[in-house]
C-alpha cells in the first residue's frame, strides 16, 4: 500500500482488499460485495452488554469491523469469541486482534468447532454469517444450537440482505423481530434478533 495515503485510508484499502480477496477464493463465506459499514457494524455490537460477566459469541468475523465495534462498545477482548471459517481472514483477524479468542472453524458445528468452548454460556450472539448461502434447515439448526448458549431472552442478532427474516419464523422455539434497516450499508441491510421462546 503507497506510503504517502493518510492512515486510515489505507487502512480501509488493506481491509476491503482482504475482503475482496475472500470473496474469490470463498464466495459461500462471503455474503455481500463489499464489508459491513461501520454504521451497521455500530448498530449490532449496540445488543451486547459490556455489564455482563458471560464473553459474546460472534460468528463471521470476516475482516472484523463488528469486532472491532464490540470492543468500541466495551466488551474486553479476552471476553469475545469469534468464529471463522476462512484462514485468510483468520490470520488477519489474529493480527488485529491478538487478545480476542479466535477459533477457525464451522459455526455451523459449534459444538465441535468450540472445542474447550463448546459448555460455555455466552451473553449474547452476533452474527454475520451469509446464512441466505445456506439451506433453511442448516438455518434453523444453528439457532436451536446458538440460542442453547445463551440466557433466556438474551439476543441472536443476525443481518441479512434479504427482504424477510433470514431464518423464518414458525419452524423451531424461536422469537424473531426486526431490529430495523441500515441505509448506510452497501447493499442497505436489515438486522433481526431472535430469542427463545416461551
Not at 488493506?14 to 480477496?21: C, I, P, T
Not at 459499514?37 to 469491523?65: C, H, Q, W
Not at 462498545?73 to 485468510?88: F, T
Not at 439457532?143 to 419464523?169: M, N, V, W
Request: charged share 20%; with cysteine; net charge positive.
Amino acid at each position: 500500500m503507497p506510503h504517502h495515503l493518510p492512515q486510515n485510508v489505507a487502512r480501509h484499502l488493506n481491509r476491503n482488499l482482504r475482503f475482496f480477496k475472500g470473496l474469490v477464493t470463498q464466495p459461500k463465506t462471503v455474503g455481500a460485495l463489499v464489508p459491513t459499514s461501520i454504521f451497521m457494524a455500530r448498530r449490532m455490537a449496540s445488543v451486547a452488554n459490556p455489564a455482563s460477566s458471560l464473553p459474546v459469541l460472534e460468528l463471521g468475523p470476516g475482516t472484523g469491523v463488528v469486532t472491532k465495534a464490540l470492543m468500541r462498545r466495551g466488551i474486553a477482548p479476552e471476553k469475545l469469541v469469534s468464529v471463522e471459517y476462512s484462514r485468510q481472514f483468520c490470520k488477519h483477524l489474529k493480527r488485529e486482534f491478538p487478545d480476542v479468542q479466535l477459533v477457525e472453524g464451522d459455526a455451523f458445528e459449534l459444538g465441535k468447532t468450540l472445542g474447550d468452548l463448546s459448555t460455555t454460556h455466552f451473553d449474547c450472539v452476533i452474527s454475520g454469517l451469509p446464512l441466505l448461502n445456506f439451506s433453511v434447515e442448516k438455518r434453523i439448526s444453528l439457532l436451536e444450537d446458538a440460542l442453547g448458549r445463551i440466557p433466556k431472552g438474551r439476543p441472536f442478532l443476525q443481518f441479512s440482505y434479504g427482504p424477510t427474516a433470514p431464518i423464518p419464523l414458525g419452524r423451531g422455539h424461536y422469537s424473531v423481530e426486526r431490529f430495523g434497516w441500515e441505509i448506510r450499508n452497501i447493499p442497505p441491510a436489515q438486522m433481526w434478533l431472535y430469542r427463545r421462546a416461551d
